[in-house]
């Protein structure tokens, strides 16, 4: 925290030193860089909704997935 707090005081004497139209524009570029890492982290992946994004039917799928179901259990007779 000590290292966060004087690399945050470099910058600002840095800053400081630049011209006010300079300084706006850090300002600028620095809410619009936040406000797109807000806005991908708020915005939650469409895989954990479950929906499926397919122009297969649902029937489709489950006759799929039967047809691909294997068997390989040997039961020996007593």
Do not use: C, V
Not at 33 to 60: V, W, Y
Not at 61 to 66: L, S
């Amino acid at each position: 925290m000590k290292n966060d707090a004087l690399l945050l005081e470099n910058y600002l004497r840095l800053i400081n030193q630049l011209p006010e139209d300079d300084q706006l524009e850090i300002i600028i570029r620095l809410s619009k860089m936040l406000k797109a890492k807000r806005k991908k982290s708020t915005a939650p992946p469409p895989s954990l909704f479950g929906a499926l994004d397919d122009k297969e039917s649902a029937e489709a799928w489950i006759e799929r997935i039967r047809s691909a179901r294997t068997f390989n259990r040997n039961i020996e007779s007593l």
